[in-house]
T-cell receptor, first 115, second 114 residues
Framework: EPEVTQTPSHQVTQMGQEVILRCVPI?????FYWYRQILGQKVEFLVS????????KSEIFDDQFSVERPDGSNFTLKIRSTKLEDSAMYFC?????????????FGPGTRLTVT | AQSVTQLGSHVSVSEGALVLLRCNYS??????LFWYVQYPNQGLQLLLK??????LVKGINGFEAEFKKSETSFHLTKPSAHMSDAAEYFC????????????FGKGTRLSVIA
């Protein structure tokens, strides 16, 4: 069964450094999402991406964040200058698209630790 | 706008007992509703979903949920808890419009006591 994959599974970085989290969505999916979950808290939406542009973003997704689909398969989340409060589990999700399509498929997540 | 409230951040049941995890939603459009499970240090796995068909939805691992529009609820149940059910459970709502994201509740941690 096709699945969303994410790399790395765990990333440790120092405050102020740039990180890129990578996701490979399911191949025929058209909508892509990033969510994050700070330890012990709920899953929060960051951004959605469709047709090579951001469709929606939350207030969390400030200028420090960017997303890109550099090729036909990868979907990346970049944090330009990490802060301690960026430490969280980051989930990528994808959806096939169409009014009948209602399920987002989640990857296993990348645990980001900012020290 | 959509929102989800999960009553009880932690629920503890005995093995073999009924599991009831509560979820109430708010939505300006007819919602699609989901329950996800998260095992320790793992990602989100879809348990079941309501998409305006049958109001009683059956999912994986013996779980089911009933959509009650009048109560704006979508509670998750399982007749008999198993030790392997111990996990975090998240209710989520989707406005099924374009790129609107899933909106999650705060989650309920289920503990199963032997």
């Amino acid at each position: 069964e096709p699945e969303v994959t994410q790399t790395p599974s765990h990333q440790v970085t120092q405050m102020g450094q740039e990180v890129i989290l990578r996701c490979v969505p399911i191949s025929n999916h058209l909508y892509f999402y990033w969510y994050r979950q700070i330890l012990g808290q709920k899953v929060e939406f960051l951004v959605s991406f469709y047709n090579n542009e951001i469709s929606e973003k939350s207030e969390i997704f400030d200028d420090q964040f960017s997303v890109e689909r550099p090729d036909g398969s990868n979907f990346t989340l970049k944090i330009r200058s990490t802060k301690l409060e960026d430490s969280a589990m980051y989930f990528c999700a994808s959806r096939i698209g169409g009014s009948w399509s209602n399920e987002q498929y989640f990857g296993p997540g990348t645990r980001l630790t900012v020290t | 706008a959509q929102s989800v409230t999960q009553l009880g951040s932690h629920v503890s049941v005995s093995e073999g007992a009924l599991v009831l995890l509560r979820c109430n939603y708010s939505s300006s459009v007819p919602p699609y509703l989901f329950w996800y499970v998260q095992y320790p240090n793992q990602g989100l796995q879809l348990l079941l979903k309501y998409t305006s068909a049958a109001t009683l939805v059956k999912g994986i691992n013996g779980f089911e949920a009933e959509f009650k529009k009048s109560e704006t609820s979508f509670h998750l149940t399982k007749p008999s808890a198993h030790m392997s059910d111990a996990a975090e459970y998240f209710c989520a709502v989707w406005g099924h419009s374009g790129n609107t994201p899933l909106v999650f509740g705060k989650g309920t941690r289920l503990s199963v006591i032997a």
